[in-house]
């Protein structure tokens, strides 16, 4: 069973890295023409289809092999379609394999369809999220150190699909074709090698423990995968210092090194399918059973303290990743600013530097580690996230910085990824989320939705979804400060009245929601922070009533900030605007132009004066 096992998995990881790969290469790598796919993009439509068939059969074998193992029955059995159904619809694996399959067809339906470049990468992104779901609830689910484990593989599977899907879908291009779509692909296929092997490591650390388990044939498996990465990283070095000839390159011989990387990587792929289809040896000193590792994947902190909560860590790997990548790309956009002599506030980069900070002691630092275990440090949590996170990220005008740092287009009539990025702000989308309105609504109306309903229940026990509610937080601040506060360019002219009276809107909503949590009688949890068993936590009611009363606390205050902001943002547009206008008068006044301001106002007094004659 574990060799059908591994073959189907096998044939799903292949087809889904070409397919994401081809995606790749047609919304990036290729020239795009006016925001539509060139020729060459069109060309690859037929091993986009044929790639996603391959990962929609794969897929399909994987969730039968997975379910016959899991009940230790025949592939027939599992065939049965009640039992099938049972596990794709009430089984949280079963769940996530049956979207991957479903994101897998919807790759094969519209391979032929796709014309625009936003689409391609709409499709490019939804394809990675069908890919890594299922890995959220793999046997990384058991091991101990749950964020370090399951988040290491999401990146590692990734990363890979850039990578390897990259190179693949280059190998089969029209080697014609090949020299625009390699020059773009090194730099991204440098940052996927990096994510790769540190993610793997990462891993193989939290399997094996670099004292135990390493005699075992998982462990040779992966020091194999290790010497393989390591002729690839080769590979890829030669790659680059061949490029770096310009108009010298031997592309044939270019063509033919990058054929030989493709078949090692497609065998490295074969040992992972393995190791992922296989249980990992035994740890050596597997703590004693904890019930809150069983819920939350965490072990049960010590009873929480200024130091714990200022010094523990409890790395959630999947969003150091995120972040990791958000600086990267933001350091490297002010050194493209520096590097052509233009000026970049550090005050922007210091306000987006704390933001992260704020995210990242929110989710990994000992506060996020805290929010685990009771209700109040999860408000205080929330509220770093959504509240005051935010700010700094807006703050640190991180779409402008880009707009001025992406790569314009390679040939003159490329729209290119700045072009793209531009195409993003003024869609319809973009309009809608930007009315102050819907920013309110996502922004206010959202606590009352997932706090009042049996969603928080729900998110706060699996690992997606308490990962998607702290990406929601986020996300509905940085939304909610972008439109009161942002720096950035908005496809909307919000009026600063309509943006006082937004934010006295949403103080209100917040404080009535904090109230409600304040005087709440009943768990709103479902269960959750009971069933961890917390020693030091015996009260959960009061608790969850301390969380209401710091929401109110905590809240308030970036939004009176933001408040003020607004306020002193009004008053120097208006001295602004007085400027600009006495500037206009003086210039209009040295050209020998009729002053039309003195002009207007002159006729305004003729009309009093006709009208105090008349009384
Ligand atoms: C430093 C180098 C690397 C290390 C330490 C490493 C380690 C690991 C570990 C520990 C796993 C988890 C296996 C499990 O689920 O138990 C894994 C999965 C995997 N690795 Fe790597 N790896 C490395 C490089 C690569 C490369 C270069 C490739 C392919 C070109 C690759 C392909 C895979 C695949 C396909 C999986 C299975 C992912 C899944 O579960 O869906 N790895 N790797």
């Known amino acids: 069973m574990i060799a059908l096992g591994t073959f189907f998995k096998y044939l799903s990881l292949i087809g889904s890295f070409t397919a994401i790969g081809t995606l790749l290469a047609m919304a990036f790598l290729l020239l795009d023409v006016e925001g539509k796919f060139s020729i060459q993009g069109y060309k690859l439509k037929r091993l986009l289809w044929g790639a996603a068939i391959v990962w929609s059969f794969g897929v399909a074998g994987t ?9 230790d029955q025949s592939i027939s059995f599992a065939l049965d379609p009640t039992v ?20 897998a067809l919807v790759v094969v339906i519209s391979a032929f369809r796709i014309k625009r470049i936003l689409t391609a990468t709409f499709i490019l992104l939804l394809s990675i999220i069908g890919l890594v779901a299922p890995v959220f609830q793999s046997h990384s689910e058991s091991s101990g150190s749950h964020g370090l484990a399951i988040g290491s593989l999401v990146i590692h599977v990734a990363a890979l699909s850039l990578w390897v899907g990259g190179v693949i ?16 692909f090194s730099e991204l296929a440098l940052w996927s090698v990096i994510a790769v092997v540190a993610s793997g490591t990462v891993n193989a650390w939290v399997r094996l423990d670099f004292q135990g388990a390493w005699n075992s044939a998982y462990a040779y498996v992966v020091i194999a995968k290790i010497a393989l990465t390591l002729v690839l990283v080769s590979i890829g070095y030669l790659h680059r210092t061949t490029l770096a000839l310009r108009e010298r390159i031997d592309w044939l011989g270019f063509g033919r090194l990058l054929f030989v990387e493709a078949m090692i990587m ?15 040896p035994e740890r050596p000193n597997l703590p004693e059973f904890d019930p809150a590792v069983a819920v939350s994947g965490i072990s049960t902190p010590p009873p929480p303290s200024w130091s714990r909560i200022l010094f523990s860590y409890e790395p959630d790997a999947l969003m150091i990743g995120i972040l990791i990548t958000a600086v990267a ?62 700010i700094g990220i807006v703050l640190g005008a991180p779409i402008t910085l880009a707009l001025r740092t992406l790569p314009q ?27 102050p309105i819907v ?32 990406i929601h937080f986020i996300l509905a601040g940085i939304l909610f400060f972008h439109v009161i506060i942002g720096i950035d360019p908005n496809p909307r002219r919000i009026p600063h009245l309509v943006r006082i009276v937004i934010v006295f809107a949403a103080m209100s909503i917040h404080a009535f929601f904090s109230v409600a949590l304040m005087s709440s009688t009943t768990l709103i949890d479902q269960g959750y922070f009971a069933s961890l068993k917390t020693p030091w936590l015996t009260d959960l009611l009061a608790d969850q009533q301390l969380g209401g009363s710091i929401g109110w606390a905590m809240g308030e205050i970036p939004i009176l900030l933001a408040l ?13 605007e007085v400027k600009r206008i006495d500037r206009n008068t003086s210039r209009a006044a040295a050209m020998g132009q009729p002053d039309e301001l003195a002009d207007y106002n002159r006729y305004l007094q003729k009309l009093a004066e006709r009208d105090r004659n008349d009384a």
Not at 63 to 71: P, W
Not at 342 to 355: K, Q
Not at 421 to 429: C, D, E, Q, R
Not at 567 to 573: A, E, H, L, P, T
């Open 63 to 71: 969730i039968i092999v997975t379910l016959a193992t899991a009940l």
């Open 84 to 103: 099938l159904r049972s596990f794709i619809t009430q089984i949280t694996l079963g769940q996530y394999l049956f979207f991957e399959l479903i994101v």
């Open 169 to 184: 879908a280059i190998a089969l291009l029209d080697p014609k074709d090949r020299p625009i779509a390699v020059s773009r």
């Open 266 to 280: 497609v065998a490295t792929v074969a040992m992972g399918a393995w190791l992922s289809s296989i249980e990992p």
């Open 329 to 390: 790309l933001y350091i490297k956009g002010v050194l493209v600013m520096r590097r052509r002599g233009d000026n970049w506030p550090v005050g922007r980069s210091i306000a987006f530097g704390l933001g992260i900070a704020g995210i990242d002691f929110a989710t990994s630092g000992g506060l996020g580690l805290y929010a685990h275990f009771a209700f109040s440090y999860h408000m205080v949590a929330h509220m770093v996230l959504g509240m005051i996170a935010p």
């Open 409 to 435: 287009s390679r040939d003159g009539t490329e729209r290119g990824v700045r072009g793209t990025l531009l195409a993003v702000l003024h869609s319809k989308v973009a309009i809608f989320f930007t009315n």
């Open 439 to 470: 920013a309110l609504a996502v922004f206010d109306g959202s606590l009352f939705a997932l706090y009042f309903t049996e969603l928080f229940g729900g998110m706060m026990q699996s690992h997606v979804g308490h990962l998607l509610m702290s």
């Open 564 to 576: 003020v902001a607004t306020f002193i943002s009004w008053v120097k547009d208006d001295s602004r």
